[in-house]
């Protein structure tokens, strides 16, 4: 078939991951309905283009991802194919046309050019390149936000929280509301600054913060005024559609649709989604109907309010499966803070009463880390709740102990010493039970660490000067231990790999 005959199929924005917890097409379980659509493609005899974004590199190692895709990569390159990198892929824009990657693949891989369809120039482009924000190659505001977000995605275990939104919507929703709050101040402070732009989200791409979607119509009209050509046919926004004849968007595969569009001979551009293995014609959705492009949408109303809502979303009340975390963060910073305040107390020669502070302290810590492990245990599971236990009694005994017959400085060495290593025992044992509840890793680097600590306790000579200093080492060292075993445990249960529907 001739190439001037075939119909071409336009795709963008498919932000195709690595398969890890972090990528939104896998979580949409869309690889599938892709590799069906690239076969009727091939069956319909087309010329794809692929108008960038096709790989979210912003939150992937390049590398891995193109590893773990090798097969779809194949298919490809099987197509009769151009590949125009976006913004989310301008990695790897400045390989076009050399001889770095090998695979066929990236030999279709080009920058955005025109093609003469039905007597009109059509441009076939991204459409970052026209945002200013976004067109050039160095990390802006937008990636950054996308860096962050695949920090808290790795946490939740999804892209998506349990509440059905996806952690970058609502970090933005948070750093947007953030920082207008302060832009807002320094302009009452400073009434030189109110005419700036209080607007964030003019950093962000139009796919992030749909308020730009007016200022990216303004510079793509722009840049067709110039006369170069006529029609503009890209991505990046996510909002498939049209303005008028000279705007065609091919929307995204990115969320709930499948949207691309059809391109014949004649320059006619059709809408299509795909859907149950199957194209479905729609008819042709319009940009903008209502607002007037380029327009600034006003700032949000309350930014403090939006704060606050994406702050609980992002950060939910801890619920029942939780107590365990919050549990050791306490018991970590008592940990800390004793740990500190022994090394501020004298126990020289002649120093009785320094020595006395130094016992009832410790005697004091050992009650309320022995309370606190019996308030977790109240609601756990019966093999938690069994290791709080006894590590709870162990506390309070040794605490009660402590004060009785601790003031001896051989006695409480060797008190402390034995606690120490049976206290690190438990703790290996819960990186074991408890893991899927926090990071076992933590948990199992305090244990050891704690019963080496214990086996140096005891074998530290009676020393009131040398047992102070490495108490309080010890202690701050097991503190540290126990607040990261609760800070990177897990918030909430893993939740279910679906994208929500439209």
Not at 210 to 216: A, T, W
């Amino acid at each position: 078939m001739d190439g001037a005959a075939r119909d071409i199929f336009v795709i963008s924005d498919l932000h195709i991951g690595d398969g890890g917890v972090r990528d939104n097409f896998e979580t949409g379980k869309k690889t599938p309905q892709l590799r069906a659509f690239l076969d009727h493609v091939g069956s319909e005899g087309g010329e794809l283009f692929v108008l960038g974004d096709l790989f979210e590199l912003w939150q992937m190692n390049l590398s891995l991802l193109l590893v773990k895709r090798r097969a779809l990569l194949d298919q490809l390159a099987a197509l009769r194919l151009v590949y125009v990198p976006g913004n989310h892929d301008v990695d790897l824009a400045h390989f076009t046309g050399t001889d770095f990657l090998h695979h066929p693949f990236f030999a279709c891989m080009r920058a955005p050019f025109v093609r003469e369809l039905g007597g009109k120039r059509f441009r076939f482009c991204h459409g970052h390149e026209t945002d200013p924000f976004n067109a050039g190659d160095d990390p802006g505001f937008g990636r950054m936000l996308a860096i962050f977000a695949g920090i808290f995605e790795d946490e939740n275990g999804s892209p998506l929280l349990a509440s059905g939104e996806s952690v970058e919507d609502v970090l933005e929703q948070f750093g947007d509301s953030m920082l207008t709050i302060w832009k807002r101040s320094l302009a009452t402070v400073n009434r030189r600054g109110a005419k700036g732009d209080v607007r964030p989200s003019s950093a962000l791409t139009p796919a992030q913060s749909p308020d730009r979607l007016g200022e990216h119509v303004v510079g793509v009209r722009a840049e067709l005024d110039l006369g170069a050509h006529d029609v503009t046919v890209l991505g990046h926004t996510h909002k498939a559609g049209r303005i008028g004849d000279w705007y065609f968007n091919s929307g995204s595969w990115a969320g709930p649709l499948n949207s691309f569009l059809r391109v014949s001979p004649d320059g006619h551009v059709r809408y299509l989604e795909w859907k149950d293995g199957r194209a479905i014609e729609r008819a042709m959705p319009v940009v903008l109907p209502d607002a007037e492009p380029g327009r600034a949408p006003p700032a949000p109303a309350n930014p403090v309010a939006a704060a606050i809502s994406a702050a609980r979303t992002l950060f939910p009340k801890p619920t029942r499966p939780e107590r365990s975390r919050w549990i050791l963060i306490a018991q970590g910073a008592l940990a800390i803070a004793v740990g500190a305040g022994v090394l501020t107390i004298s126990v020289g020669q002649g120093s009785s009463a320094g020595w006395r502070l130094l016992v009832s302290a410790f005697a004091a810590y050992a009650l309320l880390d022995g309370s606190l492990s019996l308030l977790g245990a109240s609601r756990e599971p019966p093999v938690r709740r069994l290791l709080s236990l006894v590590r709870g009694v162990a506390s309070l005994l040794l605490g009660l102990v402590v004060l009785r017959r601790g003031y001896v400085v051989e006695v409480f060495v060797i008190l402390v010493g034995v606690w120490a290593f049976l206290s690190g025992a438990l703790r290996v044992a819960a990186s074991v039970v408890l893991k899927g509840m926090v990071e076992a890793r933590w948990l199992l680097v305090v244990g050891t660490g704690s019963m080496l600590a214990g086996l140096v306790l005891l074998s530290l000579p009676a020393s009131a000067a040398l047992l102070k200093f490495a108490l309080a080492g010890y202690l701050c060292y097991y503190g540290a231990g126990e607040l990261l075993a609760g800070i990177f445990g897990q918030r909430l249960p893993r939740v279910a790999s679906v994208r929500p529907s439209a």
